[in-house]
C-alpha cells in the first residue's frame, strides 16, 4: 500500500514541506459508509500513480486538530495539497476518474 497515515506529529514532513509531486488527502472517519466506499478508490489510485503523487489519510477521529485545521464539516474530504498550499478539495464519495482529474492526471 502506497498511503501514508497522516498526524499531526508528521504532517508537516508529509504533507506541508513536502515538495515535487501532489499529496491527495484523504480525511475519513471508521464510522463513515461513503469513507468506507472511497477508501478502495483511493488505495487503487495510490498504486497505480506510485511516483506520480503521494496519498495519505487523515482519522479526522484520531487527528482533530488537523480536521480542525482543514474546516472538515463533512467527510469524506479529498484534499490536494502542492508545495505545501491547498489547491482543491472536494466533499463526498466521488468515481476514480474525478479524483484523477482533480490532480490533474
Not at 459508509?33 to 506520480?52: N, S
Amino acid at each position: 500500500m502506497n498511503e501514508v497515515v497522516i498526524t499531526k506529529e508528521n504532517f508537516d514532513e508529509e504533507v506541508r514541506n513536502y515538495k515535487g509531486m501532489p499529496v491527495l488527502l484523504d480525511l475519513w472517519a471508521s464510522w463513515c459508509g461513503p469513507c468506507m466506499m472511497l477508501a478502495p478508490i483511493v488505495e487503487e489510485i495510490a498504486d497505480e500513480y506510485d511516483g506520480k503523487i503521494k496519498v495519505g489519510k487523515i482519522n479526522v477521529d484520531e487527528q482533530p486538530e488537523l480536521a480542525a485545521a482543514f474546516r472538515v464539516e463533512s467527510i469524506p474530504l479529498l484534499v490536494v495539497v502542492k508545495d505545501g498550499a491547498v489547491v482543491k478539495q472536494s466533499v463526498g464519495l466521488k468515481p476514480k476518474e474525478d479524483i484523477i482529474a482533480m490532480l490533474g492526471l
